[in-house]
Nanobody, 125 residues
Framework: QVQLVESGGGLVQAGGSLRLSCAAS????????MGWFRQAPGKEREFVAA????????YYADSVKGRFTISRDNAKNTLYLQMNSLKPEDTAVYHC??????????????????WGQGTQVTVSS
């Protein structure tokens, strides 16, 4: 059974940092491209970042480029999202997702097969 469990969210002041983790189980993590998405209240879920199986290729939304870094530890079956210089507009529930079809990162919701429940990130001004 595939499971994705996010952690690391919380309340932080603008300009602060958080590191999200996503623990994966039930499939071959090292062979799967992964992504982070977020959903703010009243808004659709949006792409944040994605990473290939080798971590050689990464993609970022323009809104987070230069502030967020996606990474993975295939030995620990864990995906990370380092978030720096946080802004109030980064407030959302952050979800990790697994694409079991290809090893290449994707930026659309439809490409991903499994999703975690999410972790809340709140940035105060």
């Amino acid at each position: 059974q595939v499971q994705l469990v996010e952690s690391g969210g919380g309340l932080v002041q603008a300009g602060g940092s958080l590191r999200l983790s996503c623990a994966a189980s039930g499939y071959t993590f090292r062979s799967t491209a992964m992504g982070w998405f977020r959903q703010a209240p009243g808004k659709e879920r949006e792409f944040v970042a994605a990473i290939s199986v080798s971590a050689f290729t990464t993609y970022y939304a323009d809104s987070v480029k230069g502030r967020f870094t996606i990474s993975r530890d295939n030995a620990k079956n864990t995906l990370y999202l380092q978030m720096n210089s946080l802004k109030p507009e980064d407030t959302a529930v952050y979800h990790c997702a697994a694409d079991l079809n290809t090893g290449l990162p994707a930026t659309t919701n439809e490409a991903y097969d499994y999703w975690g429940q999410g972790t809340q990130v709140t940035v105060s001004s």
